[in-house]
C-alpha cells in the first residue's frame, strides 16, 4: 500500500465551507471533501466540486457547472446524489453535493475482480437502484410540468456511487443536458461522455435521448455480469467502431458459461444498436430485470449487499474515515488557532469530472495512522505566552473579585458610622439593624489571601481598587482566556451605597474558555 500524500497543509474555505481534503482531481475538475461548520458544535461533511483554471476555458466550463447545477437541483431521489447549492467566493464558482459514505462502481467492480466478480443478485440489484435513479432524471419537468428531456450522456462506473451500506447513488449532471431546452453548453460537432459507455447515436453526434442512457446501462449491466466490456479492446479506436457498427455485441452466454437466457434477452435488447429496438425507458427496462433475477429485489437483499461490501471494502472504509476524521481533527486544530484564511482561486469543477469518483483519490487516506508519517497529525502543544497570558488573566479576576469585597465592607463600615446599616430580607424587602459599635473590629482575609496571591497584590487591590470596566480593559490588554480554576472565588453580592444589590458585570475578561481573539468558537463568525 503506498504512503499517503500530505493532508492540505494550508487551510482553506470557499464561502462558509471548509476544504477538509481533496479526494478527486481529473483534468479540468477538484472535488474536496468540507466541512459546513454551525452554531453549538453542528457540523455537516459535503463534497465541494470546483473548476481548474484552464486558460481559454474559464467562461464555457462555468457554463457546464451552471448547467450542472440547475439541472442536478432538480432531482431529489434516494438513488441520486443531491446537489445542495452553487455558491461564488471571490469570483470562483463551486458546487456543494452530499457527501457520500462509499465508493464508486468502477473500484467495487475491480475489487470484486480478486473474488471471482460480483454475485449475480448483488450486480442486478445495484443495476436497479442506478435505474430508478435515471428514471428520476428522465422524468424531470419544469414549473409549467413540461418535460425537460433529460439525458445524462456520461453513464458509467465511474459516475455510480455505492455506500458501504449498499445504497447506489447517480452522480455527475455536468454534461447532462435538457433536450427540450435551447440552452446547452454543448457545440455542433462535439462529443461530450466516454466513448467505452456512448450509445452509436450520441459518438455519431446524432440527436440522442433518454434511450442512449439505457444503451449506458445495457453496457453496464452486461460489464457487471459477464465480467467484461461488451466493445472494449486495448485501441480505442476500434471500441468506437465496434458500437457504431451494425454488429451486435457479442452475447453474455458465450462468455459466461450458464448465464441465464432471460437476463441475456435484457441485457441484448439494451444493447440494441437502434434506438427504437431498446427499450424506452429506465424504467421498462429495470421491470424486465425484476422478472428475470427476482432474487435480486427481495426485501432481503439490502442486507445482502451490505454484508457483501462489508467483506469486500469494509477495510476501505475504515480507512477512508479515519483520514477524514484526521482531516477534520487537523482543521479544528486551525480553527481554534485563527488560522483559517479564504481561499483564493482554490480552482474552480468540470463537468467530465465524477462529482465524488474518488478511485484516484485513494491514497490521500488510504494509509493506516501507521501508515506514513506524512499522515500523521500532532496537535500543538499550548504556546508560552498564551501560558502567561492565562495567569495574568486570572490574576486579574481575583483583584477584581477582592476589589469588589473590600469596596462592598468599606461601604457597610460607612452606614455603620451613622448610626444604620441598610439590610435586606429574604422576600427583597430592606429594613434597619441596630448601629454597631464603633471599635475597630478584626476584617476577614481578603479572598486574595485565601487564594494565594501574593501580599503586595493584595496590598494594591486594597489601596485601588479597580472598576470592572477598567478591569476589562487591562485584560484586553493582555488577550487570552480568563483560566476558570476551581478556586476562583464566586462574584460577590455587593450592597451598594443606594441599597441595591449587584454582582459585577461579566466583561470580556472574563469570557468562558475556548473564546479567543474576540470569536465565540461555538457559533463563528465566519461560517455566517
Known amino acids: 500500500m503506498a504512503d499517503a500524500p500530505n493532508f492540505p497543509a494550508i487551510p482553506q474555505t470557499l464561502g462558509r465551507y471548509e476544504l477538509l481534503l481533496p479526494v478527486a482531481r481529473g483534468g479540468m475538475g477538484q472535488v474536496w471533501a468540507g466541512r459546513l461548520r454551525g452554531a453549538r458544535g453542528f457540523n455537516k461533511i459535503v463534497a465541494v466540486k470546483t473548476l481548474l483554471p484552464i486558460p481559454g476555458s474559464e467562461g464555457r466550463l462555468e457554463s457546464m457547472l451552471l448547467e450542472e447545477a440547475r439541472i442536478a437541483s432538480l432531482i431529489h431521489h434516494p438513488n441520486v446524489v443531491q446537489t445542495l447549492e452553487l455558491g461564488e467566493h471571490e469570483s470562483t464558482l463551486y458546487l456543494v453535493m452530499e ?53 445524462h450522456r456520461d453513464v458509467s462506473p465511474h ?51 433518454r434511450r442512449a442512457d439505457v444503451f449506458a446501462m445495457g453496457i453496464l449491466l452486461y460489464t457487471l455480469t459477464a465480467r467484461r466490456h461488451p466493445f472494449k479492446t486495448d485501441n480505442p479506436a476500434a471500441v468506437v467502431h465496434q458500437i457504431t457498427s451494425n454488429e451486435a455485441a457479442p452475447r453474455p452466454s458465450l462468455v459466461v458459461s450458464g448465464y441465464s437466457r432471460t437476463l441475456e434477452a435484457v441485457v441484448m435488447k439494451a444493447l440494441d444498436k437502434v434506438p427504437e429496438r431498446r427499450w424506452q425507458s429506465a424504467e421498462e427496462m429495470l421491470g424486465a430485470l425484476q422478472r428475470a433475477v427476482p432474487l435480486a429485489f427481495t426485501p432481503e437483499i439490502a442486507g445482502q449487499v451490505k454484508d457483501f461490501l462489508g467483506e469486500l471494502i469494509g477495510d476501505r472504509a475504515a480507512l477512508r474515515r479515519e483520514g477524514l476524521r484526521r482531516a477534520q481533527l487537523a482543521a479544528d486544530v486551525r480553527f481554534e488557532s485563527g488560522s483559517l484564511p479564504a481561499v483564493h482561486g482554490a480552482g474552480q469543477s468540470a463537468s467530465s469530472l465524477g462529482a465524488l469518483s474518488i478511485d484516484n483519490a485513494a491514497s490521500a487516506i488510504e494509509a493506516g495512522p501507521a501508515s506514513s508519517r506524512s499522515a500523521r497529525l500532532t ?47 429574604a422576600d427583597g424587602s430592606a429594613k434597619s439593624l441596630p448601629a454597631r459599635s464603633s471599635r475597630p473590629t478584626t476584617a ?41 480554576g476551581p478556586l476562583a472565588p464566586a462574584p460577590p453580592r455587593v450592597i451598594s451605597s443606594a441599597g441595591v444589590h449587584k454582582a459585577p458585570t461579566l466583561t470580556k475578561s472574563a469570557r468562558p474558555h475556548g473564546a479567543a481573539n474576540g470569536r465565540d468558537l461555538i457559533a463563528p463568525d465566519y461560517a455566517r
Not at 427540450?180 to 459507455?197: D, I, L, R
Not at 488573566?393 to 461601604?411: M, R
Request: hydrophobic content about 45%; some cysteine.
Open 99 to 151: 457527501w457520500v459514505d462509499g465508493e464508486p462502481l468502477s473500484y467495487i467492480v475491480n475489487r470484486a475482480e480478486e473474488r471471482g466478480g460480483l454475485p449475480l443478485p448483488v450486480a442486478v440489484n445495484l443495476i436497479g437502484q442506478t435505474l430508478l435513479g435515471l428514471h428520476a432524471a428522465h422524468e424531470l419537468t419544469d414549473d409549467a410540468g413540461a418535460a425537460l428531456g433529460v439525458v
Open 159 to 209: 459516475n455510480v456511487l455505492v455506500t458501504y451500506s449498499g445504497v447506489a447513488k447517480l452522480v455527475d449532471f455536468g454534461i447532462a443536458k435538457a433536450m427540450n431546452q435551447h440552452s446547452s453548453s454543448t457545440e455542433a460537432g462535439e462529443v461530450k461522455g466516454k466513448f467505452s459507455y456512448m450509445a452509436p447515436e450520441q459518438i455519431r453526434c446524432e440527436t440522442v435521448d
Open 379 to 425: 496537535l500543538p502543544a499550548p504556546k508560552p505566552a498564551s501560558r502567561r497570558a492565562s495567569m495574568i488573566g486570572a490574576v486579574a479576576a481575583v483583584l477584581l473579585c477582592a476589589g469588589v469585597f473590600l469596596s462592598g465592607v468599606l461601604t457597610t463600615g460607612k452606614h455603620a458610622e451613622k448610626g444604620a446599616a441598610p439590610a435586606f430580607a
Open 444 to 484: 476577614a482575609p481578603a479572598p486574595s489571601a485565601r487564594l494565594g496571591v501574593p501580599q503586595a497584590a493584595a496590598s494594591a487591590a486594597t489601596g485601588n481598587a479597580l472598576a470592572p470596566s477598567q478591569s476589562a480593559n487591562t485584560a484586553n490588554d493582555r488577550p487570552g482566556p480568563v483560566s476558570q
